[in-house]
């Protein structure tokens, strides 16, 4: 039997998984999203043309491969039917879980509030509602997918749940939907998206069975787990490799080769700690070189230095096999260029990833630049210098590095 290998997000998110994940499908019979929501972004670049997904998987871009959306994922019907509209013939190629959490417009009219009431303590959040919708379901007053297949009892249950939290709503300054919206908008949604819904963790079984090839393809990154990331500025779901199973319905068996994404910088989106960032010049380069912008908001990221530290406490996480290195060509240019290679925090040095980022300072070690690697799809033909920038990547981590991405497009990436 096969087991279903899995791309992990590495840092704060943004990687650049996208682009493998596209890059591999074509090798494999089914791709799956396992967490998250449409706060998550992956941008795709073929033949010149930008493709952002939020809900879908990025296996769509190959029609012959079957695209499931998990019930780890939290589903904005509006936007879902929004993004599949980019998409011809969908129907047997893409699937959505039954089990799957509905994120419905009352969830992000709640997310924005509460950041708004939170003042300069906010978290940062898209805004999306992606933690309300979690939250609802944690406290099992949430909706599933697979209620749009009865859209008057679901609107029949949300009426219900307004007028029990009418005050909290209230409190909030959210004005409530009347019965009428609620139900023109479900039946809309059950009509578009009924042929899609299915029991997905039975298909994954029986295409497992089958000895099809499924590659999973995370949400975000690791840094920004539930439990395992820089918390409270992290997102509302399991990000990690484990959160693909439950997120799947899988069994840890059932994982294969894991691939981690890494950037050969870092960035961060929104607010909490981050200990290599760069406010200087340098920083704004790797932003503006970078396109160093949200796919799903559009909000300038925060840039700075590779950081060892925390990717290998990441990769222990997700037990990587593997890492596949993105946007060097970002760093061109560099006269030097800088590594985390340890932290110091009130005077000692440390070569682990604490749980409390407070008073870290990044110990560096500084590597010289290269003038450009742009293009290249030969690890032969690399500079020397970015030659040792990965190997010292590799050393610092214990995990070696099989993918190197030397431009957007899908066509220019080495394959070691």
Known sequence: MNKADLIVGIQWGDEGKGKIVDMLASEYDVVCRSSGGHNAGHTIWVDGTRYALHLVPSGVLHKN?????GNGVVVNPEVLISEMAQFENLQGRFFISD????????????????EKQKGDKAIGTTGKGIGPAYADKISRSGHRVGELLNPELL????IEYFEFNKAYFDALNIEIPSCDKI????????????????????????KLDENKKILLEGAQGTLLDIDHGTYPFVTSSNTVAAGACTGLGLSPKNIGKVIGIIKAYTTRVGNGAFPTEDSTDKGDLMCEVGKEYGTTTG??????????????????????????????????GFEKIKICKAYKQNGKIIDYFP???????????????WDSIKGIS???KLPPNAKAYIEKIEELTGVRIGF?????????????
């Open 65 to 69: 491969i079957i695209n499931v959306i």
């Open 378 to 380: 030969s690890f032969e």
């Open 99 to 114: 089990r799957a959490h509905l994120n419905l417009t009352h969830h992000s009219l709640i997310d924005l509030a509460k």
């Open 355 to 369: 749980s409390n980022l407070d008073n870290i300072e990044p110990v560096y070690e500084e590597l010289n630049g």
């Open 155 to 158: 609107c029949q249950n949300l």
């Open 183 to 206: 139900l023109l908008d479900l039946k809309r949604y059950s009509q578009i998206l009924s042929p899609f819904i299915t029991d997905t963790t039975a298909l994954l079984w029986k």
């Open 404 to 416: 190197i991405s030397t431009s957007p497009e899908r066509k220019d990436t080495i394959i070691r």
């Open 299 to 332: 909000r300038r990221r925060r840039c700075g230095w590779f950081d060892a530290v925390s990717v290998k406490y990441a990769s222990r996480l997700n037990g990587v096999d593997v890492y596949a290195l993105m946007k060097l060509d970002v760093l061109d």
